[in-house]
């Protein structure tokens, strides 16, 4: 795992519940971890959801000034640069689509200096909407890294249909996950796979189901 792990992907696509994860186990594996929420267009599935999971696990969690309030305005309230110069892995659980990106894109000059040391990841999941063939996820892809001025640097295939995933959903997505990732010229780092389930998928990752439904939240 490098330094700077940057995750993004499209709206539902469940990159936050991925964050949440990689924060997770590299937190149990003896590492300092910090997660940024850098999403200041969704009000719902987010980082700054997991504030009490994070703080069980010593995991700091920094989130936009009016995360978790009836507030959703663009307010970026901390040094991105000086968080990412720190001790320990930096996690950055960026907005939804090319419009969350853009918050990120004002930091590419500052990441210039620790090019080395980011992995940024392109979360896909071909049973959502708009991203459902690889030529929709690609062409989302390049507008993300648009909008962000930086490249992404592997695919993250987290297909799944949340409590209905099967080991035949993740094993059917797995050709659609390796022609995005020869097309764009990146490596599939992960394949998620919930707790539970056995499938025969490139580089599986196990992942617990941390982001919840809005009507299953308290």
């Known amino acids: ?44 599935f987010r980082s700054a959801d997991f504030g009490e999971l994070f703080s069980g696990k ?15 305005i663009p307010a970026i309230s901390f040094d991105l640069e ?64 648009a909008a962000a001025q930086m490249k992404h640097t592997a695919i993250v295939n987290n297909t799944n249909l949340l409590y209905e995933t099967t080991a035949e959903v993740l094993e059917a997505s797995q050709k659609f996950a390796e022609e995005i990732a020869e097309k764009a010229g990146l490596p599939i780092a992960y394949s998620c796979v919930p707790l539970g389930i056995s499938a025969e998928v490139t580089n599986p990752f196990p992942v617990e189901i941390y982001v919840k439904k809005i009507w299953e939240t308290d």
Do not use: Q, W
Request: net charge negative; glycine share 8%.
């Open 82 to 145: 000086r968080i990412a110069s720190g001790d320990g892995s930096l996690i950055i659980d960026v907005g939804g689509d090319d419009a969350g990106a853009i918050a990120l894109g004002r930091y590419a000059k500052a990441f210039e200096a620790f090019s080395d040391d980011i992995d940024m990841f392109y979360v896909v999941n071909c049973r959502r909407f708009l991203t459902r063939t690889a030529a929709e996820a690609l062409e989302l892809m390049y507008e993300i890294e």
């Open 58 to 72: 010593n995991i700091e969690l920094i989130a936009p000034m009016y995360a978790n309030s009836n507030l959703d």
């Open 1 to 44: 795992m490098k330094k700077i792990n940057i995750v993004t992907g499209h709206y539902g696509s469940g990159k936050t519940n991925f964050s949440a994860n990689l924060a997770v186990k590299t937190a149990e594996n003896g590492g300092k971890v910090t997660v940024v929420d850098l999403d200041i267009v969704n009000p719902y």
